[in-house]
Every structure is written in structure tokens, then in C-alpha cells.
């Protein structure tokens, strides 16, 4: 439709430029003369002729020396022909041999409307008698049979519309022929395109007038697909090795857990050895957990994480997992408080996978943690939105600065690495945060908190209609 449109526009747009032009040109071309420009050719030239031809006392007749100087210039003749008898009665000195000096009605009548021996005529009246003038044989083209029916003359506008009606459906006619192949080879093309983002196999049949771009349309997918193959083996590789050392990390690290536990609760060791051996367990349990982030999120990235979706109780998964938090908070630094948006509803059933999201509320809550080594105060929340559920954790830490935040949204954390700093950043367990939140058709937020410390929100589709494409168990 786009194509016919501008082919409309242009159409009218040409033909009205173009009848412009033709009817200048014709103006132009096919001009009247009229002899008004010092020559006798021409209805009003003859007229003009007839009046430098004057009537002498003797009877006769004498051409003025302007109506000569008119004949002379256009090279005619002319003749004057008395009513009643059809005699010449007066001739212009350069008169032809073979033109006669006497005419009948019907001569004359017939003469006046076409040619006297191959000279085309003009006739103008000169009192009572006629006068006739010869142009030149090369001169002229004379219409002699020119009648029209008035109805014809009347009807002339409307017939006019008509033709022109006519030629325009004619002009579509033959551009929606002679284009149908065009329109034909354009349609798989603009599929073909639709369908790269897709991923779909691309091929379109390289034949007709768009042949060569059907060809840079399948060189295109097919480069597509071979990039497409790479990325695909270079992941599973990846996830393949992230996998392998996640597994083959497991049983030493259990292993380092199991002695320094043993070492930190022996009686029979000195007190700094075991404060040394509580610390190596805590280590080791950070590295686990983040061997643990490290498998998750690539997991989540490959869409290799089945994702169970049920029936939640957004408020109580957050007591829980807060629950559990501040159990390791032996010493109490890091204070919990949950609030419940509204009249307690948000927290009410919520279709989403209950141990991701709660992995995604202790991520936040070890991040807080880790950030504020001294110690702070944390607001854990849920609150309704329409159509949403929004989790919030906020803490009094010492936050993030504008440039750390402005990093932090703009840049894949787990591929943060810099040398030039050994200040703790947020990183893998912000990813899986965000990632959760997409396969739950969600997304996330960060900024500062009202607290002057840090804020994260999640917000959670009620009825996710965009779900990522992770693997879904019913």
C-alpha cells in the first residue's frame, strides 16, 4: 500500500506538471498567425490588407504602399473579386500565371474554405466584394471539413473527465502488471528481514528485478546463523568450565570447612588459633557462596535454570529469609525490620519461584552487609502496585556514590574487573538479582535510600505476560 500511495502521489503530481508544461508548449507551437506582425497571412491580416486597398476616382483600385510591403514580406498574392459577376477586378502585381480572374459562388465558396491551386487562402470583405489573398504553398495547413455536433461542444467537459478517468486507470493498469513481479519478490524479502531477528532460517529464492538484494538478504543469514553457531559453542564452553569448577571446587573447599570447624570448636587449641580457623570457615563459606552465585548466574544467563513457578507468600518468604539472615548475625550488627505495604495484601499469594526470589532478598541482604563492615540498619518491605509487587531493601550504610551508581546500572557486573582498586563493589550478586527478576518478568532498581545508605527494588509482574526465556516447571 505504501509503494501504490507514492506511486498515486507521483502520478498526479507528474501528470499535473506535465499538463502545464504540454499546454506552454502547445501555446508556443501550434500559435495562430494572424498577420498582425506585418505579414498578410492570417484571417485579420487579410482584414488589415483590405483596408490599404482603396478605391480611386477612376474605379479601380490601389493597394497602399504598407498593404505591399505586407505581400512582398510574406510572399503572397492577392486578388479582389466584384459580387454579383465573380470577376477580378483588382490583382496584386506578383499574381500566379495559373490563377484565373473569374470565380463562381460555388469557386469561391469553396476556395474561401481550402486552397486556390495548392496556395492556401484567406478572405476578408472588402465593401460589398471579396477580397482573397494567396499565401505562400509551404506555408499553411488548412482543416477544410472542421464540424462538430453541439451536443459534443456542450458535453465537452464532462467527456474530457472521462478520457482523463480513463487513462488514469489505464496508467494503474499497466503499473500494478507491470510492477506485480516487483511486489511479488518484495514480500519474502521483507518476511526474510522480519525473521532475522527472530532467529529463524532465513532463504529467499534469488530470482527476479530484486535478485541481488534476495541474494544479500541469504549471504546476510547465513553469516548470522555461522556467528549464531560460534556464540553458542563459545557459551556452552563457558558454562560448560564454570560448571566443571564449581564441581571440582566443592570437595576441597567442603573439606577446608570441615577441619577449621573442627579447629574452631577444639578446646585443646589456643584461642587465636581457633579465632584464625573461624575466620578461614567464614572465607571458605563466602567462596562457596560465591561458587554457588557463579553457577547460578550462568545458569540464569544460558536459561539452563528450571524455574518453578507457584503460589508465594511474598510477606512470609521475606520473614523467612530474613529469619535466616539474622540467625548468622551473631553479634547483631546488621538489625532486620519488615514492613508490609497497605492493608497486607501485597504480601499476599504471588505466582513465582519461591527459592530464586528468596535467593535474590539474602543476595541483597549479604550485599548490605558486606558494604557496611561496621555495621547498619536494614528495612526489608514489600508494597503493592497495580498490576505489580515491589520488594524493597533499603540500609543506613554508607550507600553508593552517584558515579558508583551510574556504574552499577550501566555495566555487566560480573565482567567488572579493575586492578586500580581494592574497594569492595557490588558485582555477581546484583547480577543474579536482576536476572531473577527477569525470569519472573520483573525488573530491577537502584538508587539512593531514603536512609542516606542503599536501596534495591524489585518489581514483580502480578500476571507476568514477559516472562524470560528460562525453562518453566508447572
Known amino acids: 500500500m505504501k509503494l501504490i500511495k507514492r506511486f498515486a502521489v507521483t502520478l498526479i503530481f ?15 507551437t501550434f500559435r495562430p498567425d494572424t498577420g498582425t506582425k506585418g505579414t498578410a497571412g492570417g484571417w485579420k491580416g487579410a482584414a488589415k490588407l483590405a483596408e490599404y486597398l482603396t478605391l480611386q476616382p ?23 473579386i466584384q459580387d454579383g459577376t465573380g470577376d477580378v477586378i483588382w490583382h496584386s502585381e506578383n499574381l500566379p500565371e495559373e490563377i484565373q480572374l473569374h470565380y ?20 476578408a470583405a472588402k465593401g460589398e466584394d471579396l477580397l482573397m489573398i494567396g499565401n505562400p504553398k509551404e506555408s499553411y495547413w488548412k482543416d477544410m471539413y472542421p464540424t462538430f455536433q453541439l451536443s459534443t461542444i456542450k458535453n465537452l467537459p464532462r467527456t474530457m473527465l472521462l478520457f482523463l478517468g ?36 532465513v532463504y529467499v529464492k534469488e530470482k527476479g528485478l530484486l535478485s541481488e538484494l534476495a541474494a544479500a538478504l541469504n549471504l546476510v543469514s547465513e553469516k548470522l546463523r555461522c556467528q549464531e553457531y560460534e556464540l553458542k559453542k563459545k557459551e556452552q564452553a563457558r558454562a560448560d568450565w564454570i560448571s566443571g ?7 576441597p573447599l567442603s573439606m577446608v570447612m570441615g577441619y577449621a570447624s573442627e579447629m574452631e570448636e577444639d578446646a585443646a587449641v589456643s584461642e587465636e588459633i581457633r579465632q584464625k580457623a573461624g575466620i578461614i570457615r567464614m572465607q571458605s563459606v563466602r567462596m562457596k557462596n560465591l561458587v554457588n552465585d557463579l ?9 539452563m535454570q528450571p524455574v518453578k513457578m507457584e503460589a508465594v507468600n511474598l510477606a512470609a518468604m521475606l520473614r523467612e529469609t530474613a529469619a535466616y539472615f539474622m540467625n548468622l548475625d551473631i553479634e547483631g550488627k546488621y538489625p532486620v525490620e519488615l514492613a508490609v505495604g497497605g492493608n497486607g495484601s501485597a ?45 524493597t531493601v533499603e540500609d543506613d550504610g554508607k550507600g553508593v556514590t552517584d558515579e558508583q551508581l551510574k ?12 586492578g586500580e582498586t581494592q574497594e569492595q563493589r557490588h558485582g555477581l550478586g546484583l547480577l543474579i538479582v536482576q536476572q531473577i527478576a527477569a525470569a519472573h518478568g520483573g525488573r530491577v532498581e537502584f538508587g539512593h535510600g531514603e536512609k542516606k545508605g542503599f536501596r534495591v527494588d524489585i518489581f514483580l509482574d502480578v500476571n507476568p505476560q514477559n516472562i524470560d526465556n528460562v525453562h518453566l516447571l508447572d
Open 14 to 28: 507528474s501528470l499535473a506538471l506535465l499538463l502545464v508544461l504540454n499546454i506552454f508548449l502547445l501555446l508556443i
Open 58 to 80: 477612376d474605379g479601380g483600385y490601389e493597394m497602399q504602399e504598407e498593404g505591399t510591403t505586407m505581400l512582398e514580406g510574406s510572399g503572397s498574392w492577392a486578388v479582389l
Open 295 to 303: 553457577n547460578l548466574a550462568s545458569k540464569l544467563e544460558y536459561h
Open 407 to 418: 556504574k552499577l546500572k550501566e555495566t555487566p557486573h560480573y565482567m567488572l574487573s579493575s
Open 245 to 251: 569448577v564449581s564441581h571440582d571446587i566443592r570437595t
Open 166 to 201: 480513463a487513462n488514469l486507470a489505464g496508467v494503474f493498469l499497466i503499473y500494478m502488471v507491470v510492477t506485480s513481479g516487483i511486489l511479488r519478490s518484495v514480500k519474502p524479502i521483507v518476511q526474510g528481514i522480519q525473521a532475522l531477528p527472530e532467529g529463524e532460517d
Open 104 to 123: 463562381s459562388a460555388a469557386e469561391i465558396s469553396w476556395y474561401t474554405r481550402g486552397y486556390v491551386a495548392d496556395y492556401p487562402t484567406t478572405t
Open 347 to 391: 504480601g499476599g499469594d504471588f505466582c513465582g519461584d519461591k527459592e530464586l526470589l528468596k535467593r535474590a532478598v539474602n543476595n541483597l541482604l549479604l550485599n548490605a552487609q558486606l558494604h557496611n563492615p561496621a555495621g547498619c540498619h536494614i528495612w526489608l518491605g514489600v508494597s503493592g502496585l497495580p498490576g505489580q509487587r515491589r520488594i
